[in-house]
């Protein structure tokens, strides 16, 4: 069975610094994986999704998040953050195209500090 | 949340209660889900439907029903509440062709069960 590890529970980092929220994922088969964003008292949001090609993907608000098919790995990343980043972040995994249940990590909230 | 809408936003009610959330989209989209988040879980899926009439158990369904009569709505009941189901709950769907379209959720009902 397919599931999603995210092993920081939160990540505080200072204003302008580049972060690094990791994801790791178990599935025997090819999958699609995605990251979003909640922000406080609002649902998730797309920030980005990997299907297949180029391992590098880029999203929304300067993220970007590389695939690892070796270490089965999804990790998002932002070179310089910002306080209005301060949100939290989930790790989904949907094992390719014939299905559409997504299985979530179990998030990350990251803080940026001024 | 363009286009897909939960009511009530907020409720509490009491123990052994039943309890309806509303789920209406406005999408078309085939696809609608209903998940709890709760700390240190993540997204956790209850039920699922793939279409009017079609619906089918996701990993935390106990206690929990569905129901599509129409494209645009999907209820979610719980029919005697438990303090256990004290959670917020997000709607979400998704269109295929493919599993990779990703979710759109909704903003979210914060119930709590006292």
């Known amino acids: 069975a397919q599931s999603v590890t995210q092993l920081d529970s939160q990540v505080p980092v200072f204003e302008e610094a580049p972060v690094e929220l990791r994801c790791n994922y178990s599935?025997?088969?090819?999958?699609?994986l995605f990251w979003y964003v909640q922000y406080p008292n609002q649902g998730l949001q797309l920030l980005l999704k990997?299907?297949?090609?180029?391992?590098l993907v880029k999203g929304i608000n300067g993220f970007e998040a590389e695939f690892n098919k070796s270490q089965t790995s999804f990790h998002l990343r932002k070179p310089s953050v910002h306080i209005s980043d301060t949100a939290e972040y989930f790790c989904a995994v949907s094992e390719g195209s014939g299905t559409y249940k997504y299985i979530f990590g179990t998030g990350t909230r990251l803080k940026v500090l001024a | 949340d363009a286009g897909i809408t939960q009511s009530p936003r907020h409720k509490v009610t009491e123990t052994g209660t039943p309890v309806t959330l509303r789920c209406h989209q406005t999408e078309n989209h085939r696809y609608m889900y209903w998940y709890r988040q709760d700390p240190g879980h993540g997204l956790r899926l209850i039920h699922y439907s793939y279409g009017v009439k079609d619906t089918d158990k996701g990993e935390v369904s106990d206690g929990y029903s569905v129901s599509r009569s129409k494209t645009e709505d999907f209820l979610l009941t719980l029919e005697s509440a438990t303090s256990s189901q004290t959670s917020v709950y997000f709607c979400?769907?998704?269109?295929?062709?493919?599993?990779?379209?990703?979710?759109?959720f909704g903003s979210g009902t914060r119930l709590t069960v006292v």
């Open positions: 990997y299907l297949s090609g180029s391992t």
């Open positions: 979400a769907i998704s269109e295929p062709p493919t599993g990779g379209n990703g979710y759109t």
């Open positions: 599935s025997s088969v090819s999958v699609y």
